[in-house]
């Protein structure tokens, strides 16, 4: 070594460090990839991506090489200092060759490269595998031993390598890649995946039409009754009962039933056969298990019962794709048919309007986890059935009773451009 001139001590120096800086970049580029953007990219037969995703399968064993063959340069590197301080300065320069070394290796070996793997990880991580992939084959036999007694010293202090969590996303996590994926994904479709993943804290009971508003056709009535009705349903299929909604003999689709009338061959025999049993779901379904439900019953409509068999409520396929891809009417008032915008700028608003309807549509910030109703709502907020004038604030936004029926509030008048925030005082 004492026979070799400076430069080339200098020249072993330099190559040294950028080997230390490839070893130290690579390692944070491999380990900074979004793994589920280089499975795309493998996928889709990119070679960089196929093979580091293939390194990256078993990261103790990439870990292993890159540390050792990073130690081995930067130790070798240190070894190197040393002669060229001695043979410069003398012993008294060892201490100063240890410092600018330090320096160098951080500033050039350590930061700089691993920031910049950092910021653009595929650009070095897809070319390093195309080194490591080989090198491993190569030393295999040495980062094995190595691994072997590392995780010997994790499984005496109770770490065991082989029961780590894989790279599964957590339902909140995937809901944070959602709203951080800005102009990746149209807001419109960010929209409807996050709807998505609300599924299954949506049960049926906060979609369905309530019993009080299910229209339906009574077997008992005169058939010229019942075919005067279904020529003004304006449903596709409409629930049959007698006598009352606790006898519900099915539904029975009006095209159907209207073909056979233009056919001459519709009668009340005809009509009873063209009746489809009725499909019944249980209240409190998550709405994510009740469109799997609805798929593999191949039902579009559901009749929600309680505990004890009475019906509370109806919900079809299009209430529930609703909750997805949002309501259908391109106006926000005509939404809902029980909002009537004034000249004012409040609106009335019928009392038995669905508060997650109101919230979805008109994009007030009415609470929704508790009564399913505003008349609900309003009745729980003063714990007794108000006298119409009765004013109150709920959420911050100024609420009017302006008519009672029936011991319910019938129609409520809301003023959302008066609103104040909750933490007022309110």
Same mark, same amino acid.
């Not at 995937?174 to 990746?184: I, K």
């Not at 009338?261 to 209240?283: M, S």
């Not at 409520?313 to 106006?331: H, K, S």
């Not at 008032?333 to 700028?345: F, H, K, M, R, T």
């Given at each position: 070594?004492?026979?070799? %001139? =400076?430069?080339? @001590?200098?020249?072993? $120096? #330099?190559? &040294?460090?950028? *080997?230390? !800086?490839?070893?130290?970049?690579?390692?944070?580029?491999?380990?900074?990839?979004?793994?589920?953007?280089?499975?795309?990219?493998?996928?889709?037969?990119?070679?960089?991506?196929?093979?580091?995703?293939?390194?990256?399968?078993?990261?103790?064993?990439?870990?292993?090489?890159?540390?050792?063959?990073?130690?081995?340069?930067?130790?070798?590197?240190?070894?190197?200092?040393?002669?060229?301080?001695?043979?410069?300065?003398?012993?008294?320069?060892?201490?100063?060759?240890?410092?600018?070394?330090?320096?160098?290796?951080?500033?050039?070996?350590?930061?700089?490269?691993?920031?910049?793997?950092?910021?653009?990880?595929?650009?070095?991580?897809?070319?390093?595998?195309?080194?490591?992939? %080989? =090198?491993?084959? @190569?030393?295999?036999? $040495? #980062?094995? &031993?190595?691994? *072997?007694? !590392?995780?010997?010293?994790?499984?005496?202090?109770?770490?065991?390598?082989?029961?780590?969590?894989?790279?599964?996303?957590?339902?909140?996590?995937?809901?944070?890649?959602?709203?951080?994926?800005?102009?990746?994904?149209?807001?419109?479709?960010?929209?409807?995946?996050?709807?998505?993943?609300?599924?299954?804290?949506?049960?049926?009971?906060?979609?369905?039409?309530?019993?009080?508003?299910?229209?339906?056709?009574?077997?008992?009535?005169?058939?010229?009754?019942?075919?005067?009705?279904?020529?003004?349903?304006?449903?596709?299929?409409?629930?049959?009962?007698?006598?009352?909604?606790?006898?519900?003999?099915?539904?029975?689709?009006?095209?159907?039933?209207?073909?056979?009338?233009?056919?001459?061959?519709?009668?009340?025999?005809?009509?009873?056969? &063209?009746?489809?049993?009725?499909?019944?779901?249980?209240?409190?379904?998550?709405?994510?298990?009740?469109?799997?439900?609805?798929?593999?019953?191949?039902?579009?409509?559901?009749?929600?019962?309680?505990?004890?068999?009475?019906?509370?409520?109806?919900?079809?396929?299009?209430?529930?794709?609703?909750?997805?891809?949002?309501?259908?009417?391109?106006?926000?008032?005509?939404?809902?048919?029980?909002?009537?915008?004034?000249?004012?700028?409040?609106?009335?608003?019928?009392?038995?309007?669905?508060?997650?309807?109101?919230?979805?549509?008109?994009?007030?910030?009415?609470?929704?986890?508790?009564?399913?109703?505003?008349?609900?709502?309003?009745?729980?907020?003063?714990?007794?059935?108000?006298?119409?004038?009765?004013?109150?604030?709920?959420?911050?936004?100024?609420?009017?009773?302006?008519?009672?029926?029936?011991?319910?509030?019938?129609?409520?008048?809301?003023?959302?451009?008066?609103?104040?925030?909750?933490?007022?005082?309110?």
């Amino acid at each position: 070594m004492n026979d070799l %001139p =400076l430069g080339a @001590l200098f020249g072993a $120096l #330099v190559f &040294l460090l950028i *080997l230390s !800086a490839f070893f130290s970049g690579s390692e944070t580029a491999l380990m900074t990839l979004n793994r589920y953007r280089l499975r795309h990219l493998a996928d889709a037969g990119h070679p960089g991506a196929k093979l580091a995703r293939q390194l990256l399968d078993k990261p103790d064993r990439l870990i292993g090489l890159i540390l050792l063959g990073n130690n081995f340069v930067n130790i070798l590197a240190s070894s190197l200092a040393t002669i060229i301080a001695i043979r410069l300065g003398g012993e008294g320069a060892i201490a100063i060759a240890a410092g600018l070394l330090t320096l160098v290796v951080l500033i050039f070996s350590e930061v700089a490269p691993k920031t910049m793997a950092a910021l653009y990880p595929e650009r070095i991580a897809f070319p390093a595998a195309w080194v490591y992939t %080989p =090198l491993l084959r @190569l030393l295999f036999p $040495l #980062v094995w &031993l190595v691994n *072997l007694m !590392a995780n010997t010293v994790l499984r005496l202090l109770g770490i065991f390598p082989e029961d780590a969590e894989g790279n599964a996303l957590s339902r909140e996590e995937l809901r944070t890649v959602v709203n951080e994926a800005g102009a990746m994904i149209p807001k419109r479709h960010q929209k409807m995946l996050l709807n998505i993943l609300d599924l299954e804290k949506v049960t049926v009971d906060d979609i369905m039409v309530p019993r009080s508003e299910i229209d339906g056709v009574d077997l008992d009535d005169p058939f010229d009754v019942i075919l005067e009705q279904l020529e003004k349903m304006p449903y596709t299929r409409v629930l049959v009962y007698r006598g009352s909604i606790d006898h519900v003999v099915g539904f029975v689709h009006s095209r159907r039933a209207m073909h056979s009338l233009l056919d001459g061959e519709l009668d009340r025999a005809t009509f009873e056969r &063209l009746v489809r049993e009725p499909y019944f779901i249980p209240k409190g379904t998550p709405l994510n298990r009740q469109l799997l439900n609805f798929q593999r019953n191949r039902r579009r409509t559901a009749l929600v019962v309680d505990e004890y068999g009475d019906v509370q409520g109806l919900v079809t396929m299009a209430d529930l794709l609703e909750e997805i891809v949002g309501e259908f009417a391109t106006d926000p008032s005509d939404a809902i048919a029980d909002v009537l915008p004034q000249e004012d700028g409040s609106f009335l608003v019928d009392g038995s309007a669905n508060l997650r309807e109101l919230v979805r549509t008109m994009h007030w910030e009415l609470p929704t986890d508790g009564p399913k109703t505003l008349n609900g709502l309003i009745v729980e907020y003063l714990e007794s059935l108000p006298d119409t004038g009765t004013s109150l604030m709920v959420a911050g936004y100024p609420i009017e009773v302006v008519q009672i029926q029936d011991n319910a509030v019938k129609t409520a008048r809301i003023r959302p451009q008066d609103r104040r925030q909750p933490d007022s005082g309110d």
